[in-house]
């Protein structure tokens, strides 16, 4: 599967004026899912790699409201880099796709939507085990 076609780059639209930007996401809308939770990651340096997991259930949209970080995808078969470093920039993620977010600038802040509660039994933790769901080729 090509992993470009699995992922997509959002790009929302901006009301902003003379007094300052302004974006807004709808569930639903400029994002593809409800949304039933938010989450925000920031104080990660450049050092940290966080995620390291799939999802069988959450789907995610990634947006850097500050800052910029990575994301490292992988499908088992290949990977792929993404750099969020906009404000309009969001990231949709579909199920069952290991991700990797790293190289946060000091002043990153990444927003994170999702479409579940937190369940901690959807997450998917080993590689390994990631590589035998999907059927994945890529080395552990
Ligand atoms: P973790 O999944 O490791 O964060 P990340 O994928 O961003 O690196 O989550 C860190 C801890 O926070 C872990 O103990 C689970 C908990 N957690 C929740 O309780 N609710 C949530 O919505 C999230 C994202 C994490």
Redesign the pocket.
């Known amino acids: 599967m090509n992993i470009k076609k699995q992922y997509q780059i959002l790009e929302f639209g901006d009301l902003g004026d003379e007094r300052g930007q302004l974006v807004v996401v709808e569930g639903e809308k400029d994002i593809p899912f409800e949304i039933q939770?938010v989450?925000y990651?920031y104080g990660s340096d450049s050092q940290v790699i966080?995620?390291?997991?799939a999802n069988r259930k959450s789907e995610f949209v990634l947006i850097n409201v500050s800052g910029t970080s990575k994301v490292r995808v992988d499908n088992g078969f290949e990977e792929d880099i993404i750099e969020l470093n906009r404000p309009r920039m969001g990231l949709y993620l579909p199920t069952m796709l290991w991700k990797d977010?790293y190289d946060f600038s000091e002043d990153s802040v990444l927003l994170?939507l999702?479409n579940t509660h937190?369940d901690?039994s959807e997450?998917i933790r080993d590689y390994e085990e990631y590589l035998r769901e999907v059927g994945g080729t890529r080395k552990p």
Do not use: D, E, L, S
Request: aromatic share 24%; glycine share 16%.
């Open positions: 939770r989450f990651i966080r995620g390291q997991h977010m994170v999702t937190y901690g997450y």
